[in-house]
């Protein structure tokens, strides 16, 4: 008995022990503080438990033992609140996100600071050398745009349409991919803008994860190496029709590009362009995708650039809805259509969709205001219930060509929610072009 | 105190050493202050487990209240970190009026 005790002692001190140095290893080597932060907090705790645990069955006496339980408890309850204390004030202090940066389900809740208060110069050194010459000037470009629009619309002169002088086509393949590269060519056309057909969005570069085929990491390696070719041959395809289409037209500027870039030199490549035109349904690994994880929505959640998302494209747009819900963003609608200078001749619907407060009705009424005060055609339609319709709401979408809407989709996660019926989704799913300012 | 413990002890002893450098070499690079004050978190985990290895090692108990008291101090260190991270980075309070 008194054996069995101490080899299960001397495995829990040696296994303890191994667990705290693998997430030592991890607090090294993870790429972001949260991911590292991960790594101290559970795989650390786990591992000075297990120690704890071990070296008061080592002693033997219940002094210890009592001893070693209190501080594993005293561990295991406190880790939580200290991570979530710490991870709350890295997101605030502004700590780089990592791959977290595309879908920043924080942004507006919590306030954030461009810069951390102790940027590295080591940091700073390696993103700079990665930037070529284009991507500085877009750098120094998106500060302007990252600025929040003004809501009233106020400020008269930066709501003259502004027509797009830099098109971004991103192709990622699918079933919309080939009117998304006609509408980006036909914008160009009207505008005499550049266009850049850029390949390989969402595609993460690779990482080397060690030289023996053992464990997990070796199989997801393998995994994401399959995906990798997969979308690489939607890109290529994607890429071969753009150049095609390309090809019919002259006195055009074109440029057709293949990028492989992280996260946040995505996000810097956008940041120079007008407009970002994606195909609808293209999800972030070039595969289909609901509304509410495309690529599209992704984009117009990071807020660099205006995206417009094309279904079909209609070569001449009727009419153009505006669907106003009641986040913060949706006060901006208008102000964004009018900047983009898009469809400046169709009459627009306003369509407040009150799922959850009142105040989109109000917000909607501004907004008619203000455009009926630089000349458009504007009429109110009754508010969407919560309950609404769905055969009802699609007759009525119908007569539209074009939406402008804050986000894709309202839904949260969780299980009884995906049951909902979301009228963003509904909107997204039945008018062709989607504009997200 | 048989030689397996001991055996044992020391083996962890050597290993959560090992663990010490990759998080000293992050407490010194960086890059963030968020990275630094991990470090710091993880250098207290790698106290405590130091601690009670030494308890085995030298034979006396009150090595693993060490451990204990480790523990605790590391948590307020790291909320109090917390509380100075997100103070030094919201912006400056107005001045209060007279």
Redesign the interface.
């Known amino acids: 008995m008194r054996t069995a005790i101490?080899?299960l002692?001397?495995?829990l001190?040696?296994g303890?022990?191994?667990v705290?140095?693998?997430?030592?290893?991890g607090?090294?080597?993870l790429p972001d503080?949260f991911s590292?932060?991960h790594a101290?907090a559970k795989a650390?705790?786990a591992?000075?438990g297990l120690?704890?645990l071990?070296?008061?069955l080592?002693?033997g006496?219940t002094?210890?033992i009592l001893?070693?339980v209190?501080?594993v408890t005293?561990?295991v309850i406190?880790?939580p609140?200290?991570?979530h204390?710490?991870g709350?004030?890295?997101y605030?202090?502004?700590?780089?996100l990592g791959s977290a940066q595309m879908s920043n389900a924080l942004a507006g809740v919590l306030?954030r600071?461009a810069f951390?208060?102790?940027?590295?110069p080591?940091?700073r050194s390696r993103s700079t050398k990665r930037l070529s010459r284009d991507d500085e000037s877009a750098a120094a470009a998106s500060p302007a745009s990252q600025q929040p629009l003004d809501p009233a619309g106020h400020d008269a002169a930066a709501l003259d349409p502004a027509p797009a002088r830099r098109i971004l086509c991103c192709l990622v393949g699918g079933e919309s991919q080939r009117a998304a590269t006609e509408a980006a060519l036909d914008l160009a056309r009207a505008a005499g803008a550049q266009v850049t057909g850029l390949s390989g969005a969402g595609l993460e570069p690779r990482v080397w994860r060690g030289p023996l085929p053992i464990g997990g990491s070796f199989w997801s390696d393998w995994m994401t190496t399959r995906s990798r070719a997969r979308i690489r041959q939607n890109c290529a395809e994607a890429l071969e029709e753009f150049q095609s289409l390309a090809a019919g037209t002259s006195g055009l500027d074109i440029v057709a590009r293949h990028e492989e870039p992280e996260a946040a030199a995505f996000a810097q490549l956008l940041a120079g362009q007008d407009l970002a035109i994606l195909p609808a349904g293209a999800g972030p690994h070039g595969m289909p995708a609901e509304p509410a994880m495309e690529l599209a929505a992704s984009l117009a959640h990071a807020r660099v650039v205006p995206v417009l998302r094309v279904r079909q494209w209609p070569r001449h747009v009727r009419a153009v809805l505006l669907v106003v819900g009641d986040s913060p963003a949706c006060g901006a609608l208008a102000a964004g259509l009018l900047r983009s200078g898009l469809w400046a001749a169709a009459p627009v619907s306003i369509l407040p969709v009150a799922e959850e407060s009142p105040g989109a009705v109000a917000m909607a009424n501004e907004q008619a205001e203000l455009l009926r005060r630089h000349g458009r055609g504007v009429a109110v339609l009754p508010a969407l219930d919560a309950d609404f319709d769905m055969a009802v709401a699609q007759r009525l979408l119908a007569r539209f060509d074009a939406a402008v809407m804050a986000r894709l989709s309202s839904r949260h996660a969780g299980m009884l929610d995906s049951l909902r019926i979301c009228a963003f989704e509904t909107v997204a799913d039945t008018v062709p072009v989607t504009l997200l300012p | 105190m048989t030689g397996l413990i001991a055996w044992a002890a020391t083996l962890a002893v050597a290993i959560v050493a090992l663990g010490l450098m990759p998080v000293a070499w992050r407490l010194v690079a960086g890059p963030s202050s968020a990275d630094r004050v991990i470090a710091t978190d993880m250098l207290g985990l790698l106290g405590v487990c130091i601690a009670a290895l030494t308890a085995l090692i030298s034979g006396h108990v009150a090595f693993l209240d060490i451990a204990l008291g480790i523990a605790l101090v590391g948590f307020l260190a790291a909320v109090a970190f917390a509380r100075l991270l997100e103070r030094a980075s919201a912006a400056p309070a107005p001045e209060p009026k007279e």
């Open positions: 101490e080899i002692a001397a495995l001190l040696v303890g022990a191994s705290v140095a693998l997430s030592a290893l607090v090294a080597r503080p590292r932060m101290a650390g705790v591992g000075a120690l704890l071990g070296a008061g080592a002693f006496t002094g210890a001893t070693a209190l501080a005293f561990l406190t880790a609140l200290a991570s204390a710490l709350r004030a890295a605030v202090a502004g700590a780089p306030d600071r951390d208060i102790d940027p590295a080591s940091a």
